[in-house]
């Protein structure tokens, strides 16, 4: 090479390195100057479930380690799908998060033929901050303790037994169908608009059992009103130790569902990584694992890199449960 090209090669190596630290500078102003105004956090079902109840406990650490508002903003509807769309379409300017879970991200696709997001296109993820569990209960005056005895009453009543869930096509809905088939219950689905109102007709026995998240219905097995008869994690959920798994009692189910923050497509990644790891420490945190577990979830807190992977690899394993229990696209 001749010494006037070596010496332009020179030129390019530095330019591209000031370039990158330009970049790398430019990233590291932007993360430290957001958050600048108040931050929306959408919530895509109602108030009093595990989405709503958690996302408040976020906004109120997340508002003393940012120095800002955070505003949870309930946006119910079609099973998540409102809330997650109003996301979709907000600016990517930092300013405006969702919580989502296995049903608005993974399940939805396989049960709604015209779903107005794509996950992977329009969402980049910021953290999976808890793996969840599901526990089935019934009212205490029904009488049933065990699932096995739950299945007798079902069978002795055929045709005049519901459940309910938090939505055609949620988690909930799946795991309800997937014991409706495996012991041949003929149970009739009763999908609600999220687990608070679903959780309140079972209490006033309109419905006689129900799959829901731990933050609506745990508050009811510790006051008596409910009767916990299985949790969908694999093993007993520490905060519940009384309460055999469906696994325990033979009825595997297989499926572990999980939640997370996502942002807009677009939002800048130094945005993304800070609130990533204000999450993470905030989970990983005693206290923080602590109330994770009073609310149902189990504290994993991923880097975007692994959320995105774990969506990869998981969401087929929901999309052949969705085909297993029968439940057809909408």
């Known amino acids: 090479m001749s010494r006037s090209g070596r010496a332009l090669g020179a030129v390019a190596l530095a330019l591209s390195l000031m370039l990158a630290s330009a970049a790398v500078a430019s990233a590291q102003a932007q993360s430290q100057a957001w958050p600048s105004k108040p931050i929306r956090l959408i919530a895509p079902y109602p108030p009093g479930g595990q989405t709503d109840v958690v996302a408040r406990?976020?906004?109120?650490?997340?508002?003393?380690?940012?120095?800002q508002t955070v505003i949870v903003e309930n946006k119910?509807?079609?099973?998540?799908?409102?809330?997650?769309?109003?996301?979709?379409?907000?600016?990517?300017?930092g300013y405006t998060?969702?919580?989502?879970?296995?049903?608005?991200?993974?399940i939805n696709p396989f049960v709604h033929t015209r779903l107005p997001y794509d996950a992977a296109r329009d969402f980049v993820p910021v953290t999976q901050h808890g793996l969840s569990v599901l526990a089935m209960v019934v009212p205490a005056t029904l009488g049933p303790k065990t699932?096995?005895?739950?299945?007798?009453?079902?069978k002795a009543n055929r045709g005049k037994v519901s459940y309910a869930s938090f939505g055609q096509g949620s988690s909930s809905h799946i795991y309800g169908e997937s014991l409706n088939q495996m012991a041949d219950l003929g149970m009739q689905h009763v999908p609600y608009k999220g687990a608070a109102p679903a959780t309140q007709d079972v209490l006033a026995g309109h419905?006689?059992?129900?799959?829901?998240?731990l933050a609506a219905v745990g508050p009811h097995i510790a006051a008596g009103k409910l009767v916990g008869l299985a949790v969908t994690s694999p093993q007993r959920w520490p905060r519940l130790p009384d309460i055999p798994s469906f696994d325990e009692q033979g009825y595997p189910l297989n499926l572990v569902g999980w939640n997370g923050?996502?942002?807009?497509?677009?939002?800048?990644?130094?945005?993304?990584?800070?609130?990533?790891?204000?999450?993470?420490k905030l989970v990983h945190a005693p206290e923080g694992k602590?109330?994770?577990?009073?609310?149902?979830?189990?504290?994993?807190?991923?880097?975007?890199?692994?959320?995105?992977?774990?969506?990869?690899?998981?969401?087929?394993?929901?999309?052949?449960?969705?085909?297993?229990?029968?439940?057809?696209?909408?």
């Open 57 to 67: 406990y976020f906004a109120e650490k997340l508002q003393a380690t940012l120095g």
């Open 97 to 106: 998060f969702v919580y989502v879970n296995v049903s608005t991200i993974c």
């Open 261 to 280: 923050i996502m942002a807009p497509a677009g939002t800048p990644p130094a945005i993304v990584e800070r609130l990533g790891d204000e999450i993470r």
């Open 207 to 213: 419905v006689p059992m129900t799959i829901q998240d």
């Open 76 to 93: 119910a509807g079609a099973q998540g799908i409102v809330g997650t769309e109003a996301a979709k379409n907000a600016p990517p300017d």
């Open 290 to 330: 602590e109330k994770l577990l009073d609310m149902g979830l189990l504290a994993t807190g991923t880097t975007s890199a692994e959320m995105a992977e774990l969506i990869r690899g998981g969401c087929a394993r929901w999309g052949e449960a969705v085909r297993r229990a029968g439940i057809k696209p909408e």
């Open 147 to 154: 699932v096995k005895e739950f299945i007798a009453y079902a």
